[in-house]
């Protein structure tokens, strides 16, 4: 349990790391629209490029990038062998009678896998190289216009950052509870999945409590330091769109358009 | 009978890295019926040391046996966990039952006794740590006093009647009336039922009162393993590794500054009273 880290989030130090959170999100929100804007596969090659030029200039490893897509790996599985069976086509490569294997609908297979490895990618380079307080924080500016609708983004917020900064801490305490029933005899790894999920009532009970305990003393421990909400509260790490942040838009919108060209001219 | 460790080490690893051990070659027994107590700077490793003995940490190098049965054995730890009771820091976190019965009952059920005998059990142990089962049994945990609570949960290892009982800090954030209940607690287990206690803490002084045995972890070696009166003579020895000696032996080292003969190797509060007494009469 201890090796999970939280979130993926590799520090550095590089132009994508510097860049204001708000800028990223923006980014792969572009890049969503690119990657869903594909009609042929040839063409995943311009969200492709795109998604090269910013692994690059992140500096983060290759590795990372195929781990988060790991869990998706079944997914992408299903999705190849459904898209084989399902998708018509003239270009017969081989016939089993009940079952025909055509070149369209290789292409087609193909062709979503791809596009879905280059989303779950681009998302996780966005993780990769955001801390997720800065991330949260480039949520809350983001939503703030909507608090004219009375749209809770900085309450939103603060919940985002104090679970996130709560897993740790509720990881060490699950450890040590299970720890502690272990020694009472308690067994956790034998028995179908009804008794092991009754045998999980002495550690998800203490868990609760713990964390009813902790959200009380927090919230205190906010108050007695004059915590009032989200109205006229200044930041530490103040977000400043700068220059780059700029450069970065327009170079991700010109890819945008290059997508929006090639659509209009084929 | 006793627990035997023999070149044990450990390291903790992060990340698929092993970290540098936090446990170095620890060599040493501990006999039946002592009472242990052990000390050691923050970080010397007490904690990852107390898990070793009932097998909650892999023995990675090294072996310890509890009375003859090797914890290597994946089919021995369970068997251990009967013999070695393990009472962590702050306790009453694990409370779990619905009542406090239930909760002491938690240990003897997970050993497969029959109803009759859990019962008993419970019954004894609330007794043992002075929790009058007529008037706690039927309560929830979770109303009782923090004091009550920790004893409460003393009492869900102890009604597993261990023949070890190993503490890390039981006394860590009662009042002084509290801590001499734990004591007095743990001092009426060794006389009753000749059970070993090997506890951790950071009280010099209740270590020097009562332990028979201390054992100095420094950088997760063993520094000192001999009786608290061997142990506490070492005073620059053990302010040199953040450590300090109890407030009897203090006291001594400052009476031998100024010239007053006496032996520097008094740490029970008894003792000195004892030297003291003498000393009058030899007035």
Redesign the interface.
Known sequence: MRDITLGQFVAGNSVIHRLDPRTKIGMMILYIAMTFLVKKIWFLSIPFAYLIIELILSGISLRYILNSLKPVRFLLILMFILNLFFTKGEDVWLDLGFWKLTGEAFLQSCFLTLRIILLVAGASMLTLTTSPIALTDGLEKLLSPLKVFHFPAHELAMMMTIALRFVPTLMDESDKIRNAQMSRGADFESGNIFKRGKSMIPILIPLFVSSFRKADELAIAMESRCYHGGEGRTRMHQLKFRLIDLYAILITLAFLAAMIVTLILL | MSIEINHLTFAYT???KKLEPTLNDLTFTIEEGHFLGIIGHTGSGKSTFI?HL?G?LPCEKGTVKVDGLDLSEKSER?KV??L???V?QY?E?????ETVAEDVA??PK??KLDEEEINARVTEAMHLVGLDPDRFSSRSP?DLSGGERRRAAIA??LS?RPKYLVLDEPMAGLDPLGRREILALLEKLRAESGCTIIMISHSMDDIANHATQVLVLEKGAVCMYDTPENVFSHAEELQSIGLSVPNVTQICIELNKRGVAIPSSICKEDAFIEWFREEKAHA
Do not use: C, D, I
């Open positions: 992060q990340g698929g898990k009932n909650l369970k966990r009967a070695v009771g393990v962590f306790p976190y694990q409370l779990f039952a938690f240990g997970n050993m979770f869900g290892v597993m």
